[in-house]
């Protein structure tokens, strides 16, 4: 997932009094190279902050407009919700996930053309597993799925464990998509232009 520069209402604040809560939050945070900022109870909130993580139990305790619970089984999930109101988009209009198959394949979603998130999967069941996470994370009126053409194997396996949880799904020509190189960013550029290809080849059913 990509950080947000620390402009006005564009940093992600951490606030409760729950330190299991807000340890695992920093780790998952510096991991992903994310913007936040931790706050204390008591103190005026920054400028810069546009949305707040708590905890169910503090909750009550926090005058801010925007407040996302974060669930101790799910963070990811609360991290996910808090950049979608960071986004000023909810719920995305139409969200698209653009998947490059293959051995290690690259994922990306988007909405109005602009880059929400991307990832690298090792393997299609964990590739599957990113995206229905997404689809179950955000709000969205409508999905898409863009698929490269390509890697035909992983491609369909990807295909049977998640397209049925679109409301579109489109075989996307590769041509001029991939990157021909080694880098482990070139799998995720292609699925960034494959979300964001027209060269539809096929839409299923």
């Known amino acids: 997932m990509n950080s947000l520069d620390e402009e006005p209402g564009k940093v992600i604040g951490i606030l409760t009094e729950d330190s ?17 900022r931790s706050l204390i109870f008591g103190e005026r909130t ?39 109101e960071l ?3 909810k719920p ?17 979603v988007l909405s109005n053309d602009v880059l929400i998130e991307s990832h690298k999967a090792r393997g299609q069941m964990k590739c599957a597993t990113i995206i229905l ?16 053409h390509g890697a035909p194997q992983s491609r369909d396996e ?5 397209a049925d949880a679109f409301d579109t799904v489109e ?14 960013e070139s799998d995720v550029d292609a699925a960034i232009n494959i979300a964001r290809s027209g060269r539809c080849i096929r839409t299923l059913p």
Not at 47 to 60: H, K
Not at 133 to 148: A, Q, T, V
């Open 171 to 184: 075989i996307i020509n590769e041509f001029r998509t991939t990157k021909l190189t080694n880098n482990a």
């Open 92 to 108: 995305f209009e139409e969200m698209i996930i653009g998947v490059d198959p293959g051995k290690e394949p690259g994922i990306a």
């Open 46 to 84: 920054p400028m810069d902050i546009g949305v707040i993580l708590t905890s169910q139990a503090d909750i009550g305790r926090i005058n801010f407009n925007k407040v996302v619970v974060i669930d101790h089984l799910d963070i990811y999930m609360g991290i996910r919700k808090a950049f979608q």
């Open 133 to 148: 996470h997404m689809l179950e994370s955000y709000s969205y009126e409508k999905s898409k799925l863009r698929i490269g």
């Open 20 to 36: 299991r809560l807000f340890f695992d939050l920093v780790k998952e945070f510096r991991k992903r190279k994310l913007a936040f």
């Open 158 to 162: 990807i295909l049977n464990l998640v």
């Open 87 to 89: 986004s000023g988009m």
